[in-house]
């Protein structure tokens, strides 16, 4: 079964440091991989995909299937990135997402 | 476009009281799903559709029911409330089976709920 680990629960730094956000996966084949983030008062929202390889608000995430891991990144901070990130994964052609348990990141002034 | 609406938003129940979410979208939607989120343990999968008349359990099913009629609704009910269903649930759509292509899911606003 395909497992999303999120190795910190909470992730703080300064505004216009860069930031990491871990994601390590577990999956036999080959999995596709997305990141949701929920800002505050707002609904859970895809940030991106792994497939598309874009960079959205700044973040890129790349896919490492050496070391199953998916992890977010962006080189400056903006306090309005403040939010909670999870990572998520789908089977090849699958009909649902597992989740990861989530990192709540806060960008301080 | 409303997108997927979640009623009520919050709701208080005693211990074995029954209720049930409501969850609609307006998007002509294939997939619904239904989530819950714990603190610190990301959202868990209950249950999916992948259309009107056919619904499977996901990763905890226990203690909740669904049904699919039409193709724009997805209630999830709770027959017996127990404090260990005090969550926030979410309810998701998408389009079709392709979530590893260029499908993504959207998501209600959630319904926070206290068993007590």
């Known amino acids: 079964a395909q497992r999303v680990t999120q190795p910190e629960k909470l992730l703080s730094v300064f505004k216009g440091a860069p930031v990491e956000l871990k994601c390590n996966y577990s999956y036999s084949g080959s999995p596709e991989l997305f990141w949701y983030v929920q800002y505050s008062r707002q609904r859970l929202q895809l940030l991106l995909r792994?497939?598309s390889r874009e960079s959205i608000k700044g973040f890129t995430a790349d896919l490492n299937k050496g070391e199953t891991s998916f992890h977010l990144k962006k080189p400056f901070a903006q306090e309005e990135d403040s939010a909670m990130y999870y990572c998520a994964l789908s089977e090849t052609s699958g009909s649902r997402l597992t989740f990861g348990e989530g990192t709540q990141l806060t960008v301080n002034p | 476009n409303a997108g997927v609406t979640q009623t009520p938003k919050f709701r208080i129940l005693k211990i074995g009281q029954s209720m049930t979410l409501q969850c609609t979208q307006d998007m002509n939607h294939n997939y619904m799903y239904w989530y819950r989120q714990d603190p610190g343990m990301g959202l868990k999968l209950i249950y999916y559709?992948?259309?009107?008349?056919?619904?499977d359990k996901g990763e905890v099913p226990n203690g909740y029911n669904v049904s699919r009629s039409t193709t724009e609704d997805f209630p999830l009910r709770l027959e017996l409330a127990a404090p260990s269903q005090t969550s926030v649930y979410f309810c998701?759509?998408?389009?079709?089976?392709?979530?590893?292509?260029?499908?993504?899911?959207?998501f209600g606003s959630g319904t926070q709920l206290s068993v007590l």
């Open positions: 792994h497939i």
């Open positions: 559709s992948v259309g009107a008349g056919i619904t």
């Open positions: 998701a759509s998408s389009y079709s089976r392709g979530l590893a292509t260029n499908e993504k899911l959207f």
